[in-house]
């Protein structure tokens, strides 16, 4: 059994960056909840998806911003609500992020039918909320979630580190799944890929007489398809906490890189941040819907009015220019 990593010094840059990164991925996460409540027309199954992916961000976010913030100096009670929050929240952001893969293969590749896929989604809802309560639970009873100010945490509680078996429930806690999750994402992204670029080209010499139904259609489903680059989201984000999970195993004093240290910090809250920008900022229909609704609660300053009353209505246009070119809210592109 290895001895206890050596505790991890934050200093105060560190942690205003740890911070940061957990206070943009909770507004990313909320952000993504909020589009979802907003435009039921934008409620695809893969955006619920999605949604449950998100909120799982989000309780994960609001609980590493309370363990950074709070800087605990040994065990309390607190540590032990906030260690296993976030095991609960991060194991369920792995299971989710695999299950959102597992969808898109299951409907883009096998092509699989609406029942089908109806029965799946209760299966991810048992799997990816079950199974991290189950193991949190598990970790809480026995006492395993505690004071982990050490080389594999950046601040927050996790497994004590006076529990002899610390690594066995360091990877039933997190590892194994984000570990697994490395294998497992790039091979189904592949397979997505590959069957949506031989497509692409079997419909490429037809493509100019397709009618714009068609074209519609393909346009309604890119967002979809832009979820296939949630397992790059989440392999970029979460590698660094792996690579020092691995350094500390090996004794390598590179744990203690304050590099690492930031990196390994945003990585592990940042996800609902980047989801955010993926899938709302740099989706047209929902960036075009999102800041309407901004125009709308934070309108331009009115001119000055005259004191006789109420400003006229504009005269009828001389020219006959018709007016059917304003465009409602209710009038933009849904995806």
């Known amino acids: 059994m290895p001895p206890p990593a050596p505790p991890t010094e934050l200093v105060p840059s560190e942690r205003a960056v740890v911070l940061l990164s957990?206070?943009?991925?909770?507004?990313?996460?909320?952000?993504?909840?909020?589009?979802?409540?907003?435009?039921?027309?934008?409620?695809?199954?893969?955006?619920?998806?999605?949604?449950?992916?998100?909120?799982?961000d989000l309780l994960s976010a609001a609980s590493y911003f309370y363990g950074v913030l709070q800087d605990f100096a040994g065990p309390s009670w607190d540590c032990v609500l906030q260690g296993a929050l976030s095991t609960?929240?991060?194991?369920?952001?792995?299971?989710?992020?695999?299950?959102?893969?597992?969808?898109?293969?299951?409907?883009?590749?096998?092509?699989?039918?609406?029942?089908?896929?109806?029965?799946?989604?209760?299966?991810?809802?048992v799997v990816s909320w079950g199974v991290p309560l189950a193991i949190t639970?598990?970790?809480?009873?026995?006492k395993k979630?505690?004071?982990?100010?050490?080389?594999?945490?950046?601040?927050?509680?996790w497994i004590d580190l006076d529990?002899?078996?610390?690594?066995?429930?360091?990877?039933?806690?997190?590892?194994?799944?984000?570990?697994?999750?490395?294998?497992?994402?790039?091979?189904?992204?592949?397979?997505?890929?590959k069957h949506i670029n031989r497509?692409?080209?079997?419909?490429?010499?037809?493509?100019?007489?397709l009618s714009e139904e068609h074209r519609l259609r393909r346009h309604a489903s890119a967002a979809d398809k832009k979820l296939v680059l949630i397992p790059l989201i989440f392999i970029c984000l979460r590698v660094w906490s792996t690579v020092r999970f691995v350094l500390t195993l090996c004794g390598s004093p590179a744990v203690q890189s304050p590099v690492l240290v930031v990196l390994h910090g945003i990585g592990n809250t940042f996800q609902g941040g980047a989801n955010c920008i993926m899938f709302v900022l740099c989706t047209h229909a929902v960036r075009t819907r999102l800041f309407s609704v901004c125009c709308r609660c934070c309108p331009s300053?009115?001119?000055?009015?005259?004191?006789?009353?109420?400003?006229?209505?504009?005269?009828?246009?001389?020219?006959?220019?018709?007016?059917g070119s304003r465009h409602t809210p209710d009038e933009l592109p849904v995806t």
């Not at 952000?31 to 955006?47: C, E, K, N």
């Not at 078996?165 to 497992?184: F, I, N, P």
């Not at 497509?199 to 007489?209: G, N, Q, V, W």
Request: positive net charge; proline residues 7%.
């Open 22 to 56: 957990c206070a943009l991925s909770a507004l990313g996460s909320g952000l993504l909840v909020a589009t979802h409540a907003l435009w039921p027309d934008l409620r695809s199954r893969a955006r619920r998806l999605l949604l449950f992916l998100s909120l799982a």
């Open 88 to 125: 609960f929240a991060n194991t369920s952001s792995f299971f989710w992020t695999v299950a959102i893969a597992l969808y898109l293969y299951l409907s883009i590749v096998r092509a699989a039918r609406e029942p089908r896929t109806g029965r799946l989604l209760w299966a991810f809802h």
């Open 137 to 142: 639970v598990a970790a809480v009873a026995l």
């Open 145 to 157: 979630i505690g004071y982990d100010a050490s080389d594999v945490s950046v601040g927050w509680c």
């Open 163 to 193: 529990a002899e078996d610390r690594v066995l429930w360091m990877l039933l806690t997190g590892k194994l799944w984000e570990m697994l999750a490395y294998v497992t994402l790039p091979v189904l992204y592949l397979l997505i890929r």
């Open 199 to 209: 497509a692409h080209e079997a419909l490429s010499e037809y493509r100019p007489i």
């Open 301 to 323: 300053q009115p001119s000055a009015q005259s004191p006789a009353g109420p400003p006229k209505p504009p005269a009828p246009s001389k020219t006959g220019e018709s007016q």
